[in-house]
């Protein structure tokens, strides 16, 4: 049974530059979210997406942000011009609507840092 | 507003002994979702609990607990006999009925346990 996957698990990038993060949710979950976690933080939701439609977005997405689920199957986050901010982890999390409400199944989270 | 406030940083016990996380939310809504997750040091988030605003009933899971109080806006986690793997970072969390099936959960700022052996 493979959990949620994601890619790469480190990025150390320098400010002004792009990068893109990649997660592969379970394989039978439509749901897949977004969350960003800083140090010493909980994680924050930052998006949401039904199949390949994104249904909410937080605030916290700015528009350097944005986030893509193509085929309604694996997502990547964007993240343009980054900033010394935008350094945390970030989490991916699927879930199916017959499953219970609320229960994520999480990745280990692609860390990143902005020089 | 909602909110999670979990005002414990950190704890450290010694192996068997048993211990409480406190959790405390606020929210308007009259119907919501709360939750615990355990974040070990590999990083990924594990579901523990799902309890919603109807069912004060408190919950038992092997060494695990959990005592749900409406008149407190608490929703409070015990670990009985606790070992060296209760070790990780756990975290309460709401959702709004509105928001539950958007998986928009509002997160504590966690309390990492150390069970020292």
């Known amino acids: 049974d493979t959990g949620v996957s994601q890619n790469p698990r480190h990025k150390i990038t320098k400010r002004g530059q792009n990068v893109t993060f990649r997660c592969d949710p379970i394989?039978?979950?439509?749901?897949l979210y977004w969350y960003r976690q800083t140090l010493g933080q909980g994680p924050e939701f930052l998006t949401y997406?039904?199949?390949?439609?994104?249904?909410?977005k937080s605030r916290l997405l700015s528009d350097r942000f944005s986030a893509e689920r193509p085929k309604g199957s694996f997502s990547t986050l964007e993240i343009q011009r980054t900033e010394q901010g935008d350094s945390a982890m970030y989490l991916c999390a699927s879930s199916s609507t017959r499953g219970r409400t609320g229960e994520l199944f999480f990745g280990e989270g692609s860390r990143l840092t902005v020089l | 507003a909602q909110k999670v406030t979990q005002a414990q940083t950190e704890i450290s016990v010694v192996e068997k002994e048993d211990v409480t996380l406190d959790c405390v939310y606020e929210?308007?809504?009259?119907?919501?979702?709360l939750f615990w997750y355990k974040q070990p040091p590999s990083g990924e988030l594990v579901f523990l609990i799902r309890?919603?605003?109807?069912?004060?009933q408190n919950e038992i899971s092997g060494r695990y607990s959990w005592n749900f109080q409406k008149s407190t806006s608490s929703f409070n986690f015990t670990i009985t006999a606790s070992q060296v793997v209760d070790s990780a970072v756990y975290f309460c969390?709401?959702?709004?009925?509105?928001?539950?099936?958007?998986?928009?959960?509002?997160f504590g700022q966690g309390t990492t346990l150390q069970v020292k052996p």
């Open positions: 394989s039978e979950h439509n749901r």
């Open positions: 929210t308007r809504d009259t119907t919501y979702y």
């Open positions: 997406f039904q199949n390949e439609a994104q249904l909410e």
């Open positions: 969390a709401l959702s709004e009925w509105g928001s539950s099936n958007t998986g928009k959960l509002i």
């Open positions: 309890r919603n605003s109807f069912d004060e």
